[in-house]
Structure formats: structure tokens, C-alpha cells
């Protein structure tokens, strides 16, 4: 749906992009990610035709932006990373104002304000003043603007910043149902988020793709990977006997504390049904097996961490 | 056209709400109302010359005040953004900004009837004078507008944008009193052809002359292009 195809986009001296390239099929939410500066809004900005590319080219459900932005723009919705609202209208108004410039036949206009007022939790809020809302309501009446068209593909700057925990839920429960049959870019510094809605992400930072993979892909580039953690109760160390087992390939000793001992397990595979096996046997008292994978978090910091 | 349509109302909706069309209304009226008295009392003709000559130079400073939000906020607030997203032409954002304030204008004018309806009232004024006075004074409106709309596509500093609307506008009025001062002939028809005093003044005599149209439409279309060139570069910076 889309296709980024070598994006470069520099400021003067600065290259905000650098050769950018990816793909984002129908049904997929990737997320966008990087620190503050990597270049994650100017490519949303290069993907929505707001600015021409320096070089290279982005196509939308099959029309490149640059050659016909009118068709291309048609497919596209969009919030920008400040909502861009009309403080002085209602967000009735504001709704009506953009469903007409989105094309939406005038037929269809109230039932679509409705739905999507309804959709993210507006209902009832027509005649309230966009200008008075609170910066959690004033970021959903911006994905209200980015859905009004139906589009295929949808391209939302950091969505959820200013959102209470409870409004979090609801508008990520929202997003992934819209992902359904669409196309999702979500750019976000909240790895938590992307954690929570995307399958894939892709790691920018200095305008650079460091890494485009499903989100356990990127866990794995951690240099330990998956580690078991156990908690064994025994009269004598265990850890000698664990490292034995085939299932095995090295043991850490973490220590001891009240009768319990504390392993740390590396295995290609989940070795817990051969641990647990092996503690029947000797009669050992298995308190914990945990499985520990390294966290989003934990691979992005390595990524971003080995670039600087 | 749909999207022009949608961006007029918009536009006239978002102005109405604002204090600042109805303080613009009040002070339009205020000097209108101003320059008729003084022009009857300065002459004792029942004509509105002074009255629409006076106008044109005072909106010359007050339309770029109308104006002044148009592209400068948009950008400010980032619903620029949204805009040059929208599956709209620039050409229809710009065209259904300017047509909003031209018709806040035309309004403007149609309260200033009055005065020629007093003056029918009490004598008899030359209609065909009138009508022509007015159609001067709205192309004069259309053309500040666009130049409003250009300046304000300059900067997103909207008092900026009304202040650069007036310098962009001064050089036109300056002309006609610079081709008083000058001694050389071929200059000073230049400078004529390029006043606006000049090109007001044959309308406000009730000469409809096909070249003072052309030039408040070449006016006029040249700041709106202005304006397009001037909001496409905001993509490239």
C-alpha cells in the first residue's frame, strides 16, 4: 500500500532522511520509531506529500505522491503531530468543514461525522468549541479528521501523546480495529505503544533506517536473546546438574538467598519441560521458571545505542 | 469547487466568530460615514466622490488587517498542514480565502448604501456615477485582498503579514502623489499608469474604462498568483 523507494530529504547542509526505503502492506500497523530528532516526522511529512522528496519517491495505493498528489491524498489520512484543528470552530463544524475538503459525498457527510464522533468517544460533543478542549480531546478530534474519508492507509504522528491511561486504551483498541484493512504508520517515541499495536517496527534514527523487522526480530539483535530465569530449593548446588542437561547450553549462577538459588538459563530452545523433568527426579523444589525475553526497549537502546 | 465552497464558508464563519469583523465593521462604517459628511459639507453636491476616494486609500491600510490571519495562522497553528494534505488544489484554498474576504467586503459596501439613499432622498444624485463609484471601490477591495492574502502567505506572524500587507501596498498610492512631484513627462505617465489614484478616480467620475478593469484584475490576479508561488515554496523550505 505503501512504497518508500530511496527518500532523501535534506535541509540545506542537514539530511534530515537519508535513503530511506521501505514497505508497508494492507492490514499492517509498523511502527516508526526513533529519539526525538531521528527524522520520524519529516518522513511522515514526505510520505503525505506535505514536502517533496529530495530524491526518491513514495507511492500510495499505487500513485506516487508527487506525480498525482490529488489521488494520492485521497487514500491518505493523517494527523500530524499537532493536531490541526480550527480553534474557532465546533468540532461539529470542524468535522462538516473537513469531510466536505476530504470529498466525502455530501450524502454521506452527517452519518460519517457520526460514526467517527462515535469512534473516538466525541458523541454528543458537536457543539462543544474545538478551542476549548483538552489536549487529550482536541488529539481525538484529530484521528476523528484523519478517518472521516475512509482512507486506505493511515499516517498518525506520535497519536496518542497527551492521552489519559484510560483514553490510551480505548484509542489503541480503536486504532488496531482500523488496521483491520488499511494500512497503519504510526510514528512514536513510546515503545510501550508500539509494543501494543504493531507486529512490525521500523528504527530510525539520525535519518537512518537501522533496523525494519517484527518486533520479536528486533528483541533477538539483543546480544543475550532469551534467557530462562529459575528459582530451585535443594540441599546442594544445582547448577552443575542444569548445565548438564542437553536442553542447556550455558548456565549463570546468580546467587543464593534463604535456601533458594537463583539460575540464569540460555537455551536455543525452551528448556523448562527438561528442567522440570530434571527436578523430579532429584527431588529439587521448583519455586520459578520464568521466561525472559529481552524487551523492546532493551533492542532499541542497542540499536540506536551502537549508532552513536 | 466543492472545496473552494467549503473553504469560503469556513473562512466567513471563522471571521464572524472573531471580534475582529464586527470592530472592522464598526470602524468601516465610522469612516464611511465620516468621509460623506465631509464631502457634503466640503462641496454641497450630492456626490459620494470624496466619500469613495477617501475610502480607497483608508481601506488601503485596513483590508491587510482582514487579511492578515489567513495563511500566517494556518501555518502558525500547523493547519497548514492539513490543508496541503487535503486532496484540495493550493489554487482553491487560496481563491476561497480571498473570495471570503471580498465578500465580507461587499457586505461592507452594501451598509454604505445608505448614503446614496440619503442623497436621493435630498437631491438628486447621478446613478450612473454612483454605480460606477462603487464597482471602482469593490475591484479596489479585491485587489487589496490579494495583496493581503500574498503578504499574509509571507510570514506566520499575522500582525506582520497585515503590516507587510500595507508596505506591499503603499508603492501603488505613493505613485499617483510621486507623479505630481516629478519633472520628466515619460515618467510620470508611468508612475500615472501604475497609481491606483488614477485608476479609482476615472471609476469615481463614472468612467467604466476597460483598462482601469484590466488593471485592478491584473492587480489582482498577480498577488494571487504571488500568493500560490509564495505558499508552494513553504513545501521546498
Given at each position: 500500500m505503501i512504497v518508500a523507494h530511496k527518500l532523501t530529504k535534506r535541509f540545506g547542509g542537514l539530511t534530515a532522511v537519508d535513503d530511506v526505503s521501505f514497505e508497508v502492506g494492507t492490514g499492517q500497523i509498523v511502527g516508526f520509531i526513533g529519539p526525538n530528532g531521528a527524522g520520524k516526522t519529516t518522513t511522515m511529512r514526505l510520505l503525505t506529500g506535505f514536502m517533496p522528496a529530495s530524491s526518491g519517491h513514495v507511492s500510495v495505493a499505487g500513485h506516487d505522491v508527487f506525480e498525482s498528489p490529488m489521488l494520492a491524498r485521497k487514500q491518505i489520512g493523517y494527523l500530524p503531530e499537532t493536531p490541526p484543528l480550527y480553534v474557532d470552530l465546533s468540532i461539529g463544524q470542524y468535522l462538516r468543514f473537513i469531510a466536505e475538503i476530504r470529498g466525502v459525498e455530501r450524502s454521506q457527510r452527517t452519518r460519517r461525522i457520526g460514526q467517527v464522533m462515535e469512534a473516538v468517544g466525541l458523541s454528543g460533543w458537536e457543539r462543544r468549541l474545538v478551542g476549548s478542549l483538552s489536549k487529550g480531546y482536541r488529539q481525538r478530534v484529530g484521528l476523528a479528521q484523519a478517518i472521516?474519508?475512509?482512507?486506505?492507509?493511515?499516517?498518525?504522528?506520535?497519536?496518542?501523546?497527551?492521552?489519559?491511561?484510560?483514553?490510551?486504551?480505548?484509542?489503541?483498541?480503536?486504532?488496531?480495529?482500523?488496521?483491520?484493512?488499511?494500512?497503519?504508520?504510526?510514528?512514536?517515541?513510546?515503545?510501550?505503544?508500539?509494543?501494543?499495536?504493531?507486529?512490525?517496527?521500523?528504527?530510525?534514527?539520525?535519518?537512518?533506517?537501522l533496523a525494519d523487522d517484527s518486533l520479536d526480530g528486533l528483541r533477538d539483535r539483543v546480544g543475550d536473546g532469551v534467557r530462562y530465569r529459575l528459582q530451585i530449593r535443594a540441599h546442594k548446588n544445582v547448577a552443575p546438574a542444569v548445565g548438564a542437561s542437553d536442553a542447556?547450553?550455558?548456565?549463570?549462577?546468580?546467587?543464593?538467598?534463604?535456601?533458594?538459588q537463583y539460575l540464569q538459563v540460555h537455551a536455543s530452545s525452551d528448556p523448562r519441560h527438561a528442567i522440570a523433568k530434571l527436578a523430579q527426579d532429584n527431588g529439587w523444589a521448583v519455586h520459578a521458571m520464568e521466561r525472559h525475553a529481552p524487551t523492546l526497549e532493551e533492542a532499541f537502546l542497542h540499536l540506536v545505542g551502537d549508532e552513536r | 469547487m466543492t472545496a473552494v465552497w467549503a473553504i469560503f464558508k469556513k473562512e466567513l464563519r471563522v471571521t464572524f466568530v472573531s471580534p475582529l469583523a464586527w470592530v472592522f465593521l464598526a470602524a468601516f462604517l465610522f469612516l464611511a460615514g465620516l468621509f460623506f459628511y465631509l464631502g457634503i459639507a466640503s462641496t454641497g453636491t450630492a456626490s459620494l466622490t470624496i466619500m469613495i476616494s477617501n475610502l480607497s486609500i483608508a481601506l488601503l491600510f485596513l483590508l491587510p488587517m482582514l487579511t492578515m490571519r489567513h495563511f500566517a495562522e494556518?501555518?502558525?497553528?500547523?493547519?497548514?498542514?492539513?490543508?496541503?494534505?487535503?486532496?484540495?488544489?493550493?489554487?482553491?484554498?487560496?481563491?476561497?480565502?480571498?473570495?471570503a474576504?471580498?465578500?465580507?467586503?461587499?457586505?461592507?459596501?452594501?451598509?454604505?448604501?445608505?448614503?446614496?439613499?440619503?442623497?436621493?432622498?435630498?437631491?438628486?444624485?447621478?446613478?450612473?456615477?454612483?454605480t460606477a463609484s462603487y464597482l471602482g471601490l469593490a475591484l479596489c477591495c479585491m485587489a487589496y485582498l490579494a495583496a493581503g492574502v500574498f503578504s499574509s502567505s509571507l510570514t506566520e506572524e499575522p500582525v506582520a503579514g497585515g503590516l507587510l500587507g500595507v508596505l506591499?501596498?503603499?508603492?501603488?498610492?505613493?505613485?499617483?502623489?510621486?507623479?505630481?512631484?516629478?519633472?520628466?513627462?515619460?515618467i510620470r505617465s508611468v508612475l500615472r499608469e501604475l497609481a491606483l489614484q488614477t485608476h479609482v478616480a476615472s471609476f469615481s467620475k463614472g468612467v467604466v474604462d476597460t483598462a482601469d478593469l484590466a488593471w485592478f484584475v491584473l492587480l489582482t490576479f498577480g498577488f494571487l498568483f504571488l500568493t500560490w508561488r509564495s505558499v508552494e515554496s513553504r513545501r521546498w523550505r
Open positions: 472521516i474519508h475512509n482512507p486506505s492507509v493511515l499516517i498518525l504522528d506520535e497519536p496518542t501523546s497527551g492521552l489519559d491511561p484510560k483514553q490510551l486504551v480505548g484509542i489503541r483498541t480503536f486504532i488496531q480495529n482500523l488496521a483491520e484493512d488499511r494500512t497503519v504508520i504510526l510514528s512514536t517515541h513510546i515503545l510501550p505503544e508500539v509494543e501494543a499495536l504493531c507486529e512490525r517496527a521500523i528504527v530510525i534514527d539520525n535519518g537512518r533506517i542447556v547450553s550455558r548456565v549463570d549462577d546468580m546467587g543464593a538467598e534463604e535456601g533458594v | 494556518e501555518a502558525r497553528s500547523g493547519t497548514l498542514e492539513l490543508m496541503m494534505t487535503a486532496p484540495v488544489p493550493l489554487w482553491s484554498l487560496i481563491v476561497g480565502k480571498w473570495a474576504s471580498v465578500a465580507l467586503c461587499l457586505m461592507l459596501l452594501v451598509g454604505t448604501l445608505l448614503f446614496p439613499a440619503i442623497l436621493a432622498y435630498y437631491g438628486d444624485p447621478d446613478w450612473g456615477v454612483i506591499v501596498l503603499l508603492p501603488f498610492w505613493i505613485a499617483g502623489t510621486a507623479a505630481e512631484m516629478v519633472e520628466s513627462a515619460p
